[in-house]
């Protein structure tokens, strides 16, 4: 395998404001064959899809080559790629759409360990449909979350299980596939967040078990939106509500209103950046993207050796992400020192690591942390030794005062 990092840095041009970022969990910089797709998208001729006009026949095609990539990146089939304006609004919409065969006595289980957007929406629609929800806890010292753990709360009424494949607050990589099975033999769905896990490691949506996977195009390089990738046979069974012109065929049955044609255009661009990031594979896009994932899990795993040495050097600092499998996340607070201060410390110095819980208030809540969280530190494919170097002396620093 082959990783150059110092030609990919000189594909991000937000780069060059020499800002070491360390905020990828919660939304990546952009390379410049996205920034180039998506211009190019709107500078030809375009209009809603269909085949009478260039305009027509030029949507049509970057929906579909989306659509394809998409499948490529999560080992999915494109006919069961569904768009929306973010994997929050696609849960929601899903939400509802499965509630409505729901009944009392029936329930759904959610996890202590996820993002509030695969937490709130089954929450709210179990309460409308008079359905049980049942919590999956994990061990807070650990932050694991077993199999175990979820079959706790499993029962013959379970109707789905909504997890996350990684957490974005602490990185945690739960067992999926374990769990899918799991969920399977009750007779449940399950519904995958995989927003933070894409963007660090080759998703099989089959071996996962998922019945439904969400992730975000923004977290791995991508333009703004979200993407729900499930069997199309199993979205046939589904009836969302939706315009009574709008087309029954699926996946579009989901998609509402018209697709931000340039978005997808930028998405297909950095499904395409992605596969090229081990410069020697050779291969399908998907035999490329496998190798180019072996490679960034191994440069990404080095930085994140470098930081777990650095950090363990420093004073008073606690580090909350310790699960045994995980993403190159971590979370930290400090003895005596708020995090928000040492966030607005290293911002100073040009070193971007955000403050906060990040929407897992759930999660935040169980580490004793509260609604505050604390400092997130996410490594992303374009950090480099210089980077971590960087924000370790600016925490030596701030600790130092």
């Given at each position: 395998m082959t990783y150059d990092i110092t030609a990919l840095r000189s594909q991000f041009p937000a780069l060059n404001a020499g800002t070491a970022h360390f905020d990828g969990p919660g939304g990546t910089q952009t390379p410049q064959p996205v920034i180039r797709a998506v211009a190019d998208a709107l500078a030809q001729p375009l209009s809603n899809r269909g085949g009478g006009t260039p305009g027509e026949r030029h949507a049509e095609s970057i929906v579909a080559r989306a659509r394809q990539a998409l499948a490529d990146l999560l080992g999915a089939h494109p006919a069961g790629i569904v768009f929306g304006r973010s994997a929050t609004q696609l849960t929601y919409d899903f939400s509802r759409a499965l509630a409505k065969a729901w009944s009392a006595g029936d329930e759904v289980v959610v996890t202590r360990l996820d993002h509030?957007?695969?937490?709130?929406?089954?929450?709210?629609?179990?309460?409308?449909?008079?359905?049980?929800?049942?919590?999956?806890?994990?061990?807070?010292?650990?932050?694991?979350?077993?199999?175990?753990?979820?079959?706790?709360?499993?029962?013959?009424?379970?109707?789905?299980?909504?997890v996350t494949a990684a957490s974005n607050l602490i990185g945690t990589r739960p067992p999926i596939a374990e769990i899918s099975g799991l969920a399977r033999d009750t007779g449940a769905l399950t519904y995958v967040d995989g927003v933070h896990h894409t963007a660090h490691a080759l998703v099989d949506l089959e071996r996962l078990g998922a019945d439904f996977f969400v992730?975000?195009?923004?977290?791995?390089?991508?333009?703004?939106h979200g993407v729900l990738a499930a069997r199309p046979e199993l979205l046939e069974t589904l009836r969302p509500d939706k315009l009574l012109p709008s087309t029954d065929a699926v996946p579009e049955r989901f998609e509402l209103g018209t697709l931000p044609y340039e978005?997808?255009?930028?998405?297909?661009?950095?499904?395409?950046?992605?596969?090229?990031?081990?410069?020697?594979?050779?291969?399908?896009?998907?035999?490329?993207?496998?190798?180019?994932?072996?490679?960034?899990?191994?440069?990404?795993?080095?930085?994140?050796?470098?930081l777990?040495?650095?950090?363990?050097?420093?004073?008073?600092?606690?580090?909350?992400?310790?699960?045994?499998?995980?993403?190159?996340?971590?979370?930290?607070?400090?003895?005596?020192?708020?995090?928000?201060?040492?966030?607005?410390?290293?911002?100073?110095?040009?070193?971007?690591?955000?403050?906060?819980?990040?929407?897992?208030?759930?999660?935040?809540?169980?580490?004793?942390?509260?609604?505050?969280?604390?400092?997130?530190?996410?490594?992303?494919?374009?950090?480099?030794?210089?980077?971590?170097?960087?924000?370790?002396?600016?925490?030596?620093?701030?600790?130092?005062?």
């Open positions: 509030d957007a695969n937490i709130r929406p089954w929450v709210q629609a179990a309460a409308q449909a008079g359905a049980t929800v049942r919590w999956a806890d994990f061990d807070p010292a650990t932050g694991e979350l077993t199999a175990a753990d979820v079959r706790a709360v499993l029962s013959p009424r379970t109707r789905l299980v909504a992730c975000s195009p923004y977290k791995f390089l991508g333009p703004h978005f997808l255009a930028g998405t297909e661009a950095a499904v395409d950046f992605l596969a090229g990031l081990d410069t020697e594979a050779t291969g399908t896009r998907r035999q490329r993207l496998a190798s180019a994932f072996m490679a960034l899990e191994a440069h990404e795993q080095a930085l994140r050796t470098q777990d040495k650095g950090l363990s050097s420093l004073p008073g600092v606690q580090v909350h992400s310790k699960a045994a499998d995980r993403t190159p996340t971590l979370l930290l607070t400090f003895d005596g020192r708020s995090s928000v201060e040492a966030y607005r410390f290293l911002a100073e110095r040009g070193v971007h690591a955000p403050s906060g819980s990040f929407y897992a208030i759930e999660a935040s809540r169980r580490l004793g942390l509260g609604d505050t969280g604390g400092l997130r530190i996410g490594l992303a494919p374009y950090n480099n030794t210089e980077d971590v170097e960087r924000l370790l002396e600016g925490l030596s620093e701030f600790l130092a005062l």
